[in-house]
């Protein structure tokens, strides 16, 4: 069981936009911890996609953002593409832990 | 730019010790800035920090995996090491070793290394 929630699947046709959520609480999210999500292409490590909550490392597409309210935050693709068919993982830091928690990982399906 | 390895055995028999080498390349250990992490994932599962070390040996561990882990650094190598007793087959995953930014606030893993198969069995 992941400290953080997301749901196991999410798919869209190439083209459309999908949203990956991420549901955390008030020790970790909730708390003002940042939100980072990490692309993993099939047979790769993870990747980061999304820093500090919303800002896209150097390379990162514009396709992809992301965005944090409460104790949740989003990770929205859109022009969804063949080549964003992946695994995507939401982190955070939990202070009740007092550890680095994950997200147990969204596979994305382009149609 | 920064590169990671792992390195070690990739079966391990159950009670036995996992031990796996992680070494840096295109940038030191003991620059200070960063700590540096291993991360686990069973087949098939998400993503398990294990915990992180800095250059001086300050290592912090996930809770339920503090009591037969140990991380270490060897800043002459470049190298940091993972060790995880008394494994069981729970413990068979993708281990990687990744570098951590911002750890004492907001931590955040910006380079990876490729991952090496850790499989638990007689």
């Known amino acids: 069981q992941s400290v953080l929630t997301q749901p196991p699947s999410v798919s869209g046709a190439p083209g459309q936009r999908v949203t990956i959520s991420c549901t955390g609480s008030?020790?970790?999210?909730?708390?003002?911890?940042?939100v980072f999500w990490y692309q993993q292409l099939p047979g790769t490590a993870p990747k980061l996609l999304i820093d500090?909550?919303?800002n896209r490392p150097s390379g990162v597409p514009d396709r992809f953002s992301g965005s944090k309210s409460a104790t949740s935050a989003s990770l929205a693709i859109s022009g969804l593409q063949a080549e964003d068919e992946a695994d995507y993982h939401c982190q955070s830091y939990d202070s009740r832990l007092r550890a680095v928690v994950f997200g147990g990982g969204t596979k994305l399906t382009v149609l | 730019q920064v590169q990671l390895q792992e390195s070690g055995p990739g079966l391990v028999k159950p009670s036995q010790t996992l031990s796996l080498t992680c070494t840096v390349s295109g940038g030191s250990i003991s620059s200070g800035n960063y700590y540096w992490s291993w991360i686990r994932q069973p087949p098939g599962k998400g993503l398990e920090w294990i915990g992180y070390i800095d250059y001086s040996g300050t290592a912090y561990y996930y809770p339920s995996l503090k009591s037969r882990v140990t991380i270490s650094v060897d800043t002459s190598k470049n190298q940091f090491s993972l060790m995880l007793s008394s494994v069981t087959a729970a413990d068979a995953a993708v281990y990687y070793c990744?570098?951590?930014?911002?750890?004492?606030?907001?931590?955040?893993?910006?380079?990876w290394g490729q991952g090496t198969l850790v499989t638990v069995s007689s």
């Open positions: 500090g909550n919303s």
């Open positions: 990744a570098r951590v930014r911002e750890a004492y606030t907001n931590p955040r893993f910006d380079y």
């Open positions: 008030s020790s970790n999210i909730g708390a003002g911890y940042d």
